[in-house]
């Protein structure tokens, strides 16, 4: 089945992330692929001990209306290389949970194929998706099982607060 957990609320990756250790727990092997995200996490080296593999951006390119033009190319084509062996890795049945975290936003922002990913959308073997991000587009929503929103009521960042290491990243 296809997940979509979306919504200007903090908790989207978590509830992912939440995902996949329990998925693991249970005997599953779970695949996270991170689009727009190439900053170290809290969340990188407990996946690595649970032996889940990441796929995730190698190159630091800041936030989209910082990036130039050569950037926003460069940022494509790792995430079209980052798709194409997650798409090989659940169409080949090598994971059962494949996280597509922030897909959302790298559609919106037209920094991944669509085609590749209603394809894989389509056609993902016998893996459970899961597609994390603001404002999924109407192919992503007609495809989901669940969908979750979540909710923005009060967040630290609106009395200026930083993000605070092992908390928001």
Request: aromatic content about 4%; some cysteine.
């Amino acid at each position: 089945m296809i997940h979509v957990y979306c919504g200007d609320g903090k908790g989207k990756t978590t509830s992912a992330l939440g995902l996949i250790l329990r998925h693991v727990g249970a005997g599953g092997k779970a695949v996270l692929a991170q689009f727009l995200k190439s900053a170290p996490t809290g969340e990188l080296a407990a996946l690595e001990r649970l032996g889940v593999p990441v796929y995730r951006n190698d190159l630091p390119h800041g936030f989209f209306p910082n990036m130039s033009e050569e950037t926003k190319n460069k940022v494509r084509e790792m995430h079209d290389r980052t798709l194409a062996e997650v798409t090989r890795l659940a169409r080949a049945n090598k994971c059962s949970l494949l996280v597509l975290d922030e897909l959302n936003a790298a559609l919106t922002l037209e920094l991944i194929d669509r085609k590749a990913v209603l394809a894989l959308l389509n056609n993902h073997g016998e893996a459970e998706l899961v597609v994390t991000g603001r404002d999924p587009c109407a192919e992503v929503l007609e495809q989901a099982d669940y969908i979750t929103e979540m909710k923005l009521v009060k967040h630290p960042f609106e009395k200026g607060a930083k993000a605070r290491k092992g908390i928001e990243y």
